[in-house]
């Protein structure tokens, strides 16, 4: 994770969101004793999707299941190229 301070963030903020998207990396963002995290939308949109998964016992329960399928050794492979 990058850091700036307000003030540079403020001097380069377009530089500071063109680089965010671009590599989808967070940019922590200090000012005095608090601070804050720009992410990309991409980025937002992954953890609002995680989120989703995981207040959904139903969804939980699904990829739990499929973990410990992975786990013992019960799982297909797929070459993506296939598909």
Same mark, same amino acid.
């Given at each position: 994770?990058?850091? #700036? ?14 680089? #965010?998207? &671009?590599? &989808?990396?967070?940019? $922590?963002?200090?000012?005095? &004793?608090? !601070? !804050?995290? $720009?992410?990309? $939308? ?36 797929v ?5």
């Amino acid at each position: 994770m990058r850091t #700036t301070t307000i003030t540079d963030f403020r001097t380069n903020v377009r530089s500071y969101i063109e680089s #965010t998207i &671009n590599d &989808n990396e967070a940019l $922590l963002i200090n000012r005095g &004793n608090t !601070a !804050a995290v $720009l992410i990309s $939308l991409e980025e937002y949109n992954s953890i609002k999707a995680t989120e989703s998964i995981l207040a959904s016992s139903t969804m939980f329960g699904e990829v739990a299941a499929g973990i410990e399928q992975w786990k013992s050794g019960e799982h297909i492979e797929v070459d993506i190229d296939s598909l």
